[in-house]
Antibody, heavy 119, light 110 residues
Framework: QVQLVQSGAEVKKPGASVKVSCKASGYTFTSYDINWVRQATGQGLEWMGWMNPSSGNTGYAQKFQGRVTMTRNTSISTAYMELSSLGSEDTAVYYC????????????WGPGTLVTVSS | SYVLTQPPSVSVAPGQTASITCGGNSIGSKNVHWYQQKPGQAPVLVLHANGDRPSGIPDRFFASSSENTATLTVIKVKVGDEADYYCQVWLGTSDHQGEVFGGGTKLTVL
């Protein structure tokens, strides 16, 4: 069965960077895009960007341009999202989600990783 | 930027029909997907844009759209349907548009 397993919760200081991992299993990792979506407490879903694990190509939301980097290690079927220059407004749960190849829906999601930014 | 507008909340009694709207410019010409999110859990895809339901999603959920409004309808609502619901649209890769989510609607089953 398809599974996306994410790394554990993080606590970071303002100005620092965080790198969250998303390990895929149950399907061919390079056949589906991975997206990252975040959700602040009590707020809605915010799309951050996508990555094609086969080519490494990425696309980032305008809001995160210059501050987010999405990478992958195909040998271990793992995607990464690194966010830099953290501020308190970046405190959120970060989800990875697989894109369906047919219609760009997010058909499988990871459980989420809580990132807390606090001095 | 493209905005999807959802009502913050919708309330319905068990057994009744709930309709959750998602407004957007010319949304009727776009692929709109719907997600359900229960407290403390990751979102779950409940409806593909073409109306298909993923495995395990009951046939009480269905979607429709008009020119500027997409609608998720849940018939014979159950207490277990209480959750936040989000619409989503893919805008393409130009100008960093990518994916857009609506603000979410909390469905309360009274």
């Amino acid at each position: 069965q398809v599974q996306l397993v994410q790394s554990g919760a993080e606590v970071k200081k303002p100005g620092a960077s965080v790198k969250v991992s998303c390990k895929a299993s149950g399907y061919t990792f390079t056949s589906y895009d991975i997206n990252w979506v975040r959700q602040a407490t009590g707020q809605g879903l915010e799309w951050m960007g996508w990555m094609n694990p086969s080519s490494g190509n990425t696309g980032y939301a305008q809001k995160f341009q210059g501050r987010v980097t999405m990478t992958r290690n195909t040998s271990i079927s793992t995607a990464y999202m690194e966010l830099s220059s953290l501020g308190s407004e970046d405190t959120a749960v970060y989800y990875c989600a697989r894109s369906s190849t047919s219609d760009y829906s997010f058909d499988y999601w990871g459980p989420g990783t809580l990132v807390t930014v606090s001095s | 930027s493209y905005v999807l507008t959802q009502p913050p909340s919708v309330s319905v009694a068990p057994g009744q029909t709930a309709s959750i709207t998602c407004g957007g410019n010319s949304i009727g010409s776009k692929n709109v997907h719907w997600y359900q999110q229960k407290p403390g859990q990751a979102p779950v895809l409940v409806l593909h844009a073409n109306g298909d339901r993923p495995s395990g999603i009951p046939d009480r959920f269905f979607a429709s759209s008009s020119e500027n409004t997409a609608t998720l309808t849940v018939i014979k609502v159950k207490v277990g349907d209480e959750a936040d619901y989000y619409c989503q649209v893919w805008l393409g890769t130009s100008d960093h548009q990518g994916e857009v989510f609506g603000g979410g609607t909390k469905l309360t089953v009274l």
